[in-house]
């Protein structure tokens, strides 16, 4: 069982920045791809980013690709990701996934465990 802590969330202008991070508990944690995910109200959640376990297989949604990075420190069990040219369309809750794999996906459906989630809203 992983449980996943989101924290990071909050408001910030556009154009702005923020950091999201996700504190994983297990002592496995390099035994699991990590995804975001974001869900705006009305809407369905959908893949922002993904990371394998070691670190060097990374997927981006075209949406946030070259504004977000999404990285790892198996060390501290922890995946972040840093948002940056924040746009008011990035407004949601982010949610941070595992999955026992290797690799990482788009799909949430693969996805076994989620963070509680943690709200970003950004204002124009």
């Known amino acids: 069982q992983v449980q996943l802590v989101e924290s990071g969330g909050g408001l910030v202008q556009a154009g702005g920045s923020l950091r999201l991070s996700c504190a994983a508990s297990?002592?496995?944690?390099?035994?699991?791809?990590m995804g975001w995910f974001r869900q705006a109200p009305g809407k369905e959640r959908e893949f922002v980013a993904a990371i394998s376990g070691t670190g060097d297989a990374i997927y981006y949604a075209d949406s946030v690709k070259g504004r977000f990075t999404i990285s790892r420190d198996n060390a501290k069990n922890t995946v972040y990701l840093q948002m940056n040219s924040l746009k008011p369309e990035d407004t949601a809750v982010y949610y941070c996934?595992?999955?026992?794999?290797?690799?990482?996906?788009?799909?949430?459906?693969?996805?076994?465990?989620w963070g509680q989630g943690t709200q970003v809203t950004v204002s124009s």
């Open positions: 996934a595992g999955r026992p794999s290797a690799y990482g996906a788009r799909l949430k459906e693969v996805y076994d465990y």
């Open positions: 297990g002592r496995t944690f390099t035994s699991y791809a």
